[in-house]
């Protein structure tokens, strides 16, 4: 079986490759620019190589984005999705799994509003299809914690929810879901435990044996409210098991603060 993988040389691309290749799949990578090995060029903003990069695969897993880039986000996560959807479907692809955000539907953010209307690309397309709903990576929350720092104290929401979920473990579960057949639905997955910003931070703070204070912010609005509410995070099953403390013990040596 052949996959082509989109966005294959991002954080998600990166891991998700060796392991479908250790499960046996054929895989296609693509890029902007010329790689050698198993890579094609192709250009989801411009549409530049897209019907040659399907052409001949079994299965399209569809990673690329563009976050918060304004009009280039529209270019490349709605238009970009709807060209690899109509070219997958002339090349008879049998299966088109989108990777998405947990939140799209409940968290007014506009690089949110993309994702939303690429799930819906993908769902009107004529290829049989799974989306993948992920909660955020650990290394995001790490680095908004970072830029949330940068004048000294962690600046934040304090009752904002997060649930960060280990990329690894969402590539194995890609992996499964294209193993596994078109879904032709939604599936979240998130990580193993639900946690408030400011519990998260002074994990963080920990683990950078840092002594900054938390400077507590209420984002207003609608966004706020989504995300104090838990917009961001699923009950779903099954979850990942890696923890928030596992990513700090792993990134910053550990202190025992779990």
């Known amino acids: 079986m052949r996959v082509l993988v989109t966005g294959a040389g991002g954080r998600l691309g990166r891991v998700v490759l060796p392991r479908l290749r250790a499960e046996g799949w054929d895989v296609r990578a ?4 010329a790689r050698t090995g198993s890579w094609v060029v192709a250009d989801l903003a411009t549409g530049e190589g897209v019907v040659e990069a399907v052409a001949g695969v079994d299965a399209v897993l569809h990673l690329a984005s563009a976050p918060n880039r304004g009009r280039q986000t529209h270019r490349v996560d709605v238009l970009g999705t709807r060209r690899l959807v109509v070219a997958a479907g002339q090349s008879g692809v049998r299966h088109l799994v989108y990777v998405s955000i947990v939140g799209v539907d409940r968290v007014p953010i506009p690089y949110y509003r993309h994702k939303l209307a690429a799930e819906q690309v993908v769902a009107a397309g004529a290829v049989p299809w799974t989306v993948l709903r992920a909660t955020q990576f650990p290394e995001f929350l790490d680095g908004m914690l970072r830029g949330a720092s940068r004048l000294g104290p962690v600046i934040g929401d304090p009752a904002v929810l997060a649930q960060p979920v280990d990329p690894g473990e969402v590539a194995d579960r890609l992996v499964r879901r294209l193993t596994a057949g ?36 209420r984002i207003p609005g609608g966004i706020g409210r989504a995300l104090r509410s838990g917009g961001l995070v699923t009950e779903a099953t099954p979850k990942g098991v890696r923890t928030w403390a596992d990513h700090l013990a792993d990134t910053y040596g550990g202190t025992g603060a779990r």
């Open 30 to 33: 693509t890029s902007r620019r």
């Open 182 to 217: 078109p879904l032709h639905g939604i599936e979240e997955y998130g990580g193993p435990e639900v946690l408030r910003f400011d519990d998260a931070a002074r994990a963080w703070t920990a683990a950078r044996r840092s002594r900054r204070p938390l400077l507590p912010v």
